[in-house]
């Protein structure tokens, strides 16, 4: 029998309803052997996180001001959600240690991860509780350096070992452990990184990341009404999607299930028929597609720097002189549009602010330019697709739309792998564009 690893998120089980709901998708299942649970999420939008409680808890504790008020909001979370399940668990006692052990910590210096990770260790306690299955500490199976980066292949060894004797078993998501023993947690979100790498450890068939969103959405709601979701999407796509803004998994999650070529598929737990999003290595023979486009994301803020130069094309190292003075500013860039005589080189805001005066006048001196100037104000759109790969007429049929929408095309891109092509326009431009492009490709 195959393996699936279910992460869900805070949101799948901010309350003892959700609870019920997990429950009911797990064992629908047979395969759905190993859980990863988040800590409880909000239940309405004014809601609290109990993750941002215990960082909150963490920090009164630092600067010695009582936080029982805090933690009694915790409690209240925990014990009501075991209470209306009817669940036999000692979690008063567990509270009690975490609250001490937070206060400890504190005392002694540490940081914040301790508190953090007990929202998802609870939260474990009371789902295994819940599913009649074994209980397994993230901190005996996720291992963490002494530079506190993480120990995949220790990680992998440790949880086939431990879960191979186990039929069924819930490991808390977000946090592992450093070799002294003491807790260290992953970034926020980091559950989905959690689930991964249980996932590659187990050796699943199958990650499945459960939510509360039936899948990615073909491009940002709040431009276009009701976009179509992604039945099935390649790791690559989705790299080029999230670099570009749109935001689906934390960025670490991706890197052990990819590797291992195990997909992804991503859930509602409110809609727990609906297939969802399947995320899967181009090889595998679900990529094959007829769709031309998979995903549009874009991104506000950024600025062209544009240089010129007559003959600029017989001037050995000029590109590389003109980079150079963005490293040593410490500045990356993303693009580089360039002509005959004139090279442009687009750039993020944030990594220009309070150094974009003094990057003009160290271009200016380096490569002595006919002309230097800038173009601020760049949206980038990436329309992304593995269906647009060796088909003609694509990047015709998205800049019509653009034309017909009259929007002003200011930089294009095309990559190479023909995955994606990206269009700079003005930033006033930005939803009209986006519209745009989705409606050329989506009837
Ligand atoms: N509970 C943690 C957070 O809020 C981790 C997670 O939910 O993935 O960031």
Known sequence: MSIKVCKFGGSSLADAAQVRKVRAIVAADPERRYVVPSAPGKRSDDDQKITDLLYLCHEHARQGVPFGEVFTIIRRRFLDIAGELGLGLDLAGELDRAEAGIAERAKAAHGPDYAASRGEY????????????????AAELIRFDANGRLDEQRSYAMIAQRLGGA?????????????????????RGGSDVSGAIVARGVGAALYENWTDVPGLLMTDPRIVDDPLTIEVITYRELRELSYSGASVLH???????????IPVNIRSTDAP????????????PEAETSHAITGIAGRRDFTIINVEKALMNTELGFGRRVLNVLEVNGISFEHMPSGIDTLGVVIKDANLEGKLKRVLAEIEAEVRPDKIDIDPDLALIATVGRG????????????SALGAAGVNIRMIDQGSSELNIIVGV?????ETAVRAIYHAFVE
């Open 426 to 430: 003005n930033v006033d431009d930005f």
């Open 167 to 187: 039929d069924r078993a819930v490991i808390p998501g977000f946090y592992g452990s450093g070799p002294d023993g003491e807790v260290i947690t992953f970034s």
């Open 273 to 284: 028929d609906h297939p969802g999003t399947r995320i899967v290595s181009m090889d595998d």
């Open 388 to 399: 647009m790969s060796r088909r003609p007429g694509m990047a015709a049929r998205l800049f």
């Open 122 to 137: 609870l939260n474990g306690r009371i789902i295994a509780e819940v599913l009649g299955c074994a209980f397994i500490d």
């Open 251 to 261: 960025e670490d999650a991706v890197f052990p299930v990819r590797s291992a070529g």
